[in-house]
């Protein structure tokens, strides 16, 4: 596609439901990253995929947190029994090479109340 | 570890002023730096970017100087107009072993009044 899609943009969960992140990347990108980015904070990094293999989940915060890609392009990210602390934007980037320069979808806002 | 700092906003200019955002980093090695910039409803778009000591990324009129000996990376324009407001972000990125992702500075927000 001609960018990086995410879906939905915007999703409110109860406290204890799972959700589920959609996240298309440029076709052809090799490279998945997976950013968090609290409100009025910098996006801090979840996980990163290489083709269809994880690579480094090194920045998910529990293991609530779980990233899959497994035919190597679409990815989601689900959280489990989610908390008031998981509000926040999700951002997806693509790349066609780990170091080079990273194309950001818009987000999925989630609010958890 | 690896980490941005940069200052803190808002930051609010007339049409036409001078802007200056500072970028302080902290990493081991020889990192790229990156500005970042997210206009309002958009996702965050690449801005400019050095790879390496001494290199000026420029775009839009926006330049950055990547200065090893002071560890910064600001960001300057001469001139700003009321489209340049939006939220711009300092990162770097390390890459290592089996590390290589962006690391975010908190974000600086611009505002410009007509």
């Known amino acids: 596609g001609a960018g990086v899609s995410q879906s939905p943009r915007y999703k409110v969960a109860k406290r204890g439901q799972d959700v589920a992140l959609r996240c298309d990347p440029i076709?052809?990108?090799?490279?998945l990253f997976w950013y968090q980015q609290a409100l009025g904070q910098g996006p801090e990094f979840l996980t990163y995929?290489?083709?269809?293999?994880?690579?480094?989940k090194s920045g998910l915060p529990s293991d609530r947190f779980f990233a899959e890609r497994p035919e190597g392009s679409v990815s989601t990210l689900k959280i489990q029994r989610t908390q008031q602390e998981d509000s926040a934007v999700y951002l997806c980037?693509?790349?066609?090479?780990?170091?080079?320069?990273?194309?950001f979808g818009q987000g999925t806002r989630l609010t958890v109340v | 570890g690896n980490s941005v700092t940069q200052m803190e906003g808002p930051v609010t200019l007339s049409e036409e002023a001078f802007l200056t955002i500072n970028c302080t980093y902290t990493?081991?090695?020889?990192?790229?730096l990156f500005w970042y910039v997210q206009y309002p409803g958009e996702g965050l778009q690449l801005l400019l970017k050095?790879?390496?000591?001494?290199d000026k990324g420029s775009n839009k009129g926006f330049e950055a100087t990547y200065r090893k000996e002071t560890t910064s990376f600001h960001l300057e324009k001469g001139s700003v107009q009321v489209s340049d407001s939006a939220v711009y972000f300092c990162?770097?990125?390390?890459?290592?072993?089996?590390?290589?992702?962006?690391?975010f500075g908190k974000g600086t927000k611009l505002s410009v009044k007509p």
């Open positions: 980037a693509s790349s066609r090479d780990r170091a080079d320069e990273a194309f």
């Open positions: 076709s052809g990108h090799v490279s």
């Open positions: 050095a790879t390496k000591a001494d």
């Open positions: 990493a081991t090695g020889y990192p790229s």
């Open positions: 990162a770097l990125f390390n890459y290592g072993g089996s590390q290589g992702n962006l690391i």
């Open positions: 995929f290489q083709n269809e293999a994880q690579l480094d």
